[in-house]
């Protein structure tokens, strides 16, 4: 429903670049991540630690299914949405799906910053890379990808709305 939707791997900047987008196309953003932390009332950590990834995972595609039904919106999804099938399916019928990529050593930089990331924890680079090889045919599935390294949010922002308002012309 010409939602902009970024996927990618963890610590690509996803919520940061959607930021960046709202700013720019003054369009309302969703952070799947955010939704389903305030509707459990518990960090993402600690849904895992408590109530499993199969659960957070239901959580997750029940919220995006809801705003993906909806128009001219950003959607920040989680690093391993876009691995369900039927989301990817409606995710890429009528919306606008942008693969957010940054080399695996950057991702392992920010991720050892911020040790919230559960499926990151006690991870080696090694170890992520496998994991990001694994979800990248599924990332290459979106409309667009765009390289984010060496970029500030703005100028992959840019990228994007340049991008999305071609697709919304059909030139891609």
Do not use: C, H
């Not at 499993?52 to 128009?71: Q, W």
């Not at 924890?121 to 390289?147: C, G, H, M, T, V």
Request: glycine residues 4%; proline residues 2%; positive net charge.
């Amino acid at each position: 429903m010409n939602n902009i939707v970024l996927v990618g791997f963890m610590a690509v900047g996803k919520s940061t670049i959607g930021k960046s987008l709202k700013e720019i196309l003054s369009y309302p953003l969703f952070d799947v991540d955010t939704l389903v932390e305030k509707e459990e009332k518990i960090a993402i950590n600690e849904i895992f630690a408590n109530k499993g990834e199969a659960y957070f995972r239901t959580k997750e595609i029940e919220i995006v299914k809801k705003l993906l039904d909806r128009n001219n919106n950003i959607i920040s999804t989680g690093g391993g949405l876009f691995l369900n099938q039927e989301i990817r399916e409606i995710a890429l019928k009528n919306n606008f799906v942008v693969f957010l990529n940054l080399n695996i050593e950057e991702v392992y930089k920010r991720i050892k910053k911020n040790n919230l990331r559960p499926l990151a924890k006690k991870k080696s680079r090694e170890d992520l890379n496998s994991l990001f090889q694994q979800r990248l045919p599924y990332y290459k599935l979106a409309n667009i990808e765009i390289d984010v390294n060496n970029k500030t949010p703005n100028m992959i922002a840019e990228e994007i709305k340049l991008e999305y308002f071609k697709w919304l012309n059909k030139e891609i």
